[in-house]
């Protein structure tokens, strides 16, 4: 295969990646705001701390809203562990084809990046450590 097509086939299944991975996102949210006549309300680990102090709920509802929270974050991991495995085929089968067109200095950079990116994703992984009670986005 020559090298501008490789390119190009590399640079499709990228495309065709980011793009099915959008509509997927669209359509999700589309049917969460249609079905609730709302945005989809976030269920990370510092939200139930944000209900508790900014809506001043009572005991009860604390209690309430944890239920409804945990067996949420229940829920979101089984669609994870489904999921997620395809997901990670998909990313290292594209990895792989963007890789096999670059030079080997493009790629130890690529490589480089990946690793950041990971060590990154790791930070926002459910956990006890400090990182999972600042917030999403907060540099430390």
Avoid: C
């Avoid at 999921?83 to 890789?99: H, K």
């Avoid at 096999?100 to 006890?128: A, H, I, N, Y």
Wanted: no cysteine; net charge positive.
């Amino acid at each position: 295969m020559n090298k501008g097509l490789a390119i190009l086939v590399a640079a499709a299944l990228l495309a065709s990646g980011l793009a099915i991975g959008a509509l997927g996102v669209h359509l999700f949210y589309a049917q969460r705001i249609a079905g609730g006549g709302r945005p989809p309300m976030p269920v990370g680990p510092m939200f139930e701390p944000w209900l508790v102090r900014r809506l001043d709920l009572s005991e009860t509802q604390r209690i309430e809203v944890r239920t409804i929270l945990e067996r949420s974050r229940a829920e979101a991991e089984e669609l994870r562990r489904e999921v997620g495995p395809r997901l990670e085929r998909m990313n290292r089968q594209t990895a792989a084809a963007i890789s096999e067109v670059l030079t080997p200095d493009q790629r130890e950079k690529m490589d480089q990046q990946m690793v950041r990116w990971e060590q990154r994703r790791r930070r926002f992984e459910p956990g006890d450590g400090p990182q999972h009670r600042r917030g999403f986005g907060r540099r430390r």
